[in-house]
């Protein structure tokens, strides 16, 4: 009997350690459509391509990467004029600056290691603004993600034969609209750097 028992119980330890270590493994692998992110009214989905395969980033809000694809192995890139799924002016005005400060972070880039030509990129990035917002009222005075411009941004990678590289969503914030653009250009850029 006493066998039995303590079977059973180094059967309970073991099943909890695995659920343990498969824990943590399941919350980094969230799924963007199962985020609040992707409940947001005002944040349309309507730009990039796989909106269910994006998942938890590293620096990056939410990434999507094609298996077996190495960053590196690309040399040049081009880099697209950014369009804006919102139809408020704010968004239009944040997208007029996406191209400009990607380009800066990525020759800032000794990782990637990328060299930006206008066109026949190895590499074609667009880019999409869903929502850019500025505080209004009291809203600096009270805090919190809407106290500073902020910005959401989409990024699409494709290669020359026009298959998807990777895929980026982002929401980031600043002392204005541009700062919040070039504040999440940066963090894309490093989690490009890592490639997830």
Do not use: C
């Not at 600096?140 to 959401?152: K, L, Q, S, T």
């Amino acid at each position: 009997m006493y066998t039995i028992t303590r079977r059973y119980a180094l059967l309970s330890l073991a099943s909890l350690f695995a659920l343990a270590v498969s824990v943590p493994a399941a919350a980094s692998s969230k799924k963007f459509t199962e985020s609040d992110d992707a409940k947001q009214n005002d944040e349309p989905q309507e730009y990039l391509k796989d909106y269910d395969k994006l998942t938890k980033g590293n620096e990056a809000d939410w990434v999507y990467f094609t298996e077996g694809v190495d960053l590196k192995s690309f040399k040049t890139v081009s880099l697209k004029t950014w369009g804006t799924t919102n139809k408020h002016s704010r968004s239009k005005h944040a997208a007029e600056s996406g191209p400009e400060y990607l380009e800066q972070w990525i020759k800032r880039s000794k990782k990637l290691g990328w060299q930006v030509v206008k066109d026949g990129g190895d590499l074609r990035i667009e880019g999409n603004v869903f929502n850019a917002w500025e505080p209004s009222g009291g809203a600096r005075v009270w805090g919190g993600w809407a106290a500073n411009p902020g910005v959401g941004m989409e990024l699409v990678a494709k290669d020359k034969s026009g298959k998807t590289i990777f895929e980026i969503r982002h929401k980031a914030k600043g002392s204005t609209l541009e700062d919040a653009v070039e504040n999440g250009l940066e963090k894309i850029v490093k989690t490009l750097e890592v490639g997830k």
